[in-house]
């Protein structure tokens, strides 16, 4: 019987061997502070449909500094599309601000300094600090992970902090980044939260929850 170690490995392989050019973030960016904000519109909203607003916004706004003296509105028509525009627009706005008072216009490289930032949580900071900086600190958790993981390590919970903590004692540290692209990746093909598609699945000889009968 393989070990979790041997199956996460190759898991690994056999998902890169599917998913290699998704190994990244799909959300449109050219610097990192940009990259921050698009990872912060993306709570609860798909990637393309934040990739459909950034152009325009990041047109207008590209630097941190754009945003130290915008109000929250000046924002909304830029992001309306996209669920809890308000909130969010407010958080880029004080993200901008702290980065400016506390980190000199850069941002910060560790997740302790990234989690300080106003509408910045671990989600967020992992995919900030591994796509920016190839700082691997922890695993960004989102949806589609929750998902996939639950269904491929039956593991019963939706708690993104305990699946982190769970994927960091058996993935390697090297693959942190990577595991969260290669999993969201198989959650939109093939592994979605409404339905499993697993015939077409490339793991499907060693997920627990697969359907199709060996
Ligand atoms: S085999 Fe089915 S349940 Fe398992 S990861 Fe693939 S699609 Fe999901």
């Known amino acids: 019987m393989k070990s979790a170690k041997d199956k996460i490995d190759t898991i690994i392989r056999m998902l890169k ?21 698009a990872t912060m519109l993306s709570a609860q909203s798909q990637d393309a449909q934040v990739n459909r607003v950034t152009p325009k916004l990041f047109g207008r706004y590209p630097n941190v500094t754009d945003y130290l003296k915008l109000k929250p509105s000046e924002l909304y028509p830029y992001v309306r599309t996209l669920g809890l525009y308000r909130n969010k627009s407010k958080n880029i706005i004080r993200a901008a601000r702290y980065v400016h008072e506390h980190f000199h216009d850069t ?3 560790t997740i ?19 796509n920016a900086f190839g700082v691997l600190e922890g695993i960004a958790i989102d949806t589609h992970c929750i998902t996939t993981t639950n269904r491929l390590f039956l593991l019963h ?36 939260a409404k339905k499993k598609y697993c015939s077409r699945c490339v793991l499907n000889s060693l997920c627990p929850s697969s359907e199709v009968k060996r």
């Open 17 to 37: 061997r599917r998913y290699r050019k998704e190994m990244k973030t799909s959300l449109d960016h050219r610097n990192r502070w940009e990259l921050l904000v």
């Open 107 to 109: 941002l910060p490289r």
């Open 112 to 130: 302790g300094q990234m989690v300080q930032l106003p509408g910045v949580g671990r989600k967020t900071a992992n995919v900030v600090l591994a």
């Open 157 to 192: 919970t939706r708690d993104a902090k305990k699946i982190e903590a769970r994927l960091m004692e058996f993935v390697p540290k090297e693959e942190w980044g990577n595991i969260t692209h290669l999993l969201i990746a198989l959650g939109r093909d093939v592994c979605t």
